[in-house]
């Protein structure tokens, strides 16, 4: 079994324990004070000793939890209780693999029946630092939109009341979005922002949360906003020639080579024939503004590269396909805002995503309501290929022949799946499971070209 090291922080302000404790269970007793015998008392740590854990993470959302389960040498007091709130930090083999919050703890006491084992155990829901933007709002009170103001240089009563999106410092409001968080008072960290402009759109209403406002004001840059294994969060566009899998896996588990990771098992999705082979997008604008009252439809078209999806293209030519119509809101001071082309025609010109084609948007008149109406259909299509071969495969992270440097960093990553109708994909999803059967990783392995519209 892989040695976990285990730390969990007490709260500020509290009078909580500090637990360090390994996953392999070895006992520690204080030096003093001694009996007769020489023989210490227990340590706090070692009131808690590790069963198992389950780790999840994800390149698409940031309300994802996972779950640690302990057993207890004595019975549950005020004195030994965990807490939630307190933070966690568990390293695999000396390496972060997670940092978060216990966010709920539930105790339970069991009788041994049926010949299994009773006793007293804690199961432990776990959240990432980043689970906490999705519970904070953006703006809680009066005085706090008085400060995000002057932080943002922005108006914040005048965005809620009128909608009209604000173009502020990406950099500043970065800063906000960590201020008050474990990730930048406990953790010591911020969002490492890769790949975003100067400015981008703050697009908020009243009562959503950070995490909400995050992800609608960068949505257009088509980059994906998560938490890596070590605790790190970033924003990123994603790219088939960074972040390669420190490993290959063969589901056929026929190859030699060396890196390649047996499977465990497997399961193989064909969702082909539900798969968008167009997506139809109109974007409607108002006859009152002065471009709306020239053309009030804007058209595009975005299909799937039959180079790499070459099965839709054959249904298509059968007359079995999946057509989609859909329209893109577009907020009043974007199509306004003479600032506005220059950015969006920068993330438009990164749109060299082999994997999806799209027609020639008509009727456009400016070129800044074009290329954002692009890059959200782009994501639109991108999302909807998500599933049109889906792989989940569970491995050892023991395997032999796996290389355990950067074994830490998996999520965002591009993998061979050279047998599999992928040929290689986008870990978009994985599960670490921790426990006295194994160390084991359960991939879920998306399609190149899909989850975002725009690839670096």
């Known amino acids: ?129 980043i689970y906490q933007f999705t519970i904070t709002p953006f703006v809680l009170d009066a005085n706090q939109a008085t400060q995000i103001s002057k932080a ?26 960590v201020t008050n968080t474990d990730l930048n008072t406990f953790f010591n960290k911020t969002i490492v922002g890769l790949d975003l402009p100067t400015n981008v759109f703050l697009m908020a209403d009243a009562g959503i949360s950070r995490d909400s406002v995050f992800r609608s004001s960068i949505d257009y840059t088509n980059t994906v906003f998560y938490q890596k294994e070590d605790g790190t969060i970033l924003t990123r566009l994603l790219s088939v020639n960074t972040f390669p899998c420190p490993f290959s896996i063969d589901i056929t588990n026929n190859t030699n080579f060396e890196n390649y990771a047996s499977v465990l098992q497997y399961t193989e999705n064909d969702n082909i024939a539900s798969t968008p082979s167009v997506i139809n997008n109109y974007s ?60 969006f025609n920068k993330y438009l010109t ?40 889906s792989l989940e495969c569970t491995i ?6 796996i290389n355990q440097d950067n074994l830490q960093f998996i999520l965002g990553t591009i993998i061979n799946v050279p047998n599999s109708e992928l040929g290689a994909g986008i870990i978009a999803t994985y599960n670490r499971n921790y426990s006295n059967k194994g160390a084991f990783a359960t991939l879920n392995i998306c399609p190149l070209g899909s989850i975002t519209g725009v690839w670096k």
């Not at 590269?305 to 809101?329: A, C, D, E, M």
């Not at 008149?365 to 639109?380: F, G, H, M, R, V």
Request: aromatic letters at 10%.
């Open 152 to 177: 943002l240089n922005t108006s914040i009563p005048a965005l809620f009341a009128s909608g009209i999106a604000q173009i502020v410092n990406t950099q500043d409001f970065i800063n906000y979005m």
């Open 1 to 129: 079994m892989r040695n976990l090291a285990i730390k969990i922080y007490p709260r500020v302000n509290s009078t909580d324990n500090f637990y360090e404790f390994s996953s392999l269970n070895t006992l520690n007793t204080l030096s003093l004070p001694l009996d007769l015998q020489g023989n210490g008392n227990l340590d706090v740590s070692s009131i808690y000793q590790f069963i198992s854990l389950d780790l999840n993470y994800s390149v698409q959302s940031s309300s994802i939890t996972s779950t640690l389960v302990l057993s207890m040498n004595e019975s549950k007091t005020i004195k030994n209780a965990l807490r939630s709130g307190q933070y966690i930090e568990v390293r695999d083999n000396g390496k972060t693999i997670f940092q978060g919050v216990l966010l709920s703890c539930s105790y339970n006491l069991l009788s041994v029946e049926n010949e299994n084992q009773g006793g007293m155990y804690v199961i432990i829901t776990l959240a990432p630092s």
């Open 350 to 389: 990164y749109n060299n995503n082999p994997y999806i084609l799209s027609s020639t948007p008509s009727g456009a008149i400016n070129d800044e309501i074009s290329a954002y109406q692009n890059l959200l259909t782009a994501k639109e299509m991108a999302q909807a290929l998500t599933g049109y071969i």
């Open 284 to 343: 409607i604008l108002s006859s009152n503004l002065s471009i709306g009252a020239n053309v009030n439809q804007l058209l595009t078209n975005y299909y799937p590269n039959p180079l790499y999806f070459n099965r839709i293209q054959q249904l298509v030519k059968t007359g079995w396909f999946t057509g989609i119509i859909s329209h893109t809101p577009i907020n009043t001071n974007i199509v306004t805002n003479a600032t506005t082309a220059s950015i």
């Open 396 to 401: 050892s992270l023991d395997d032999p022949n």
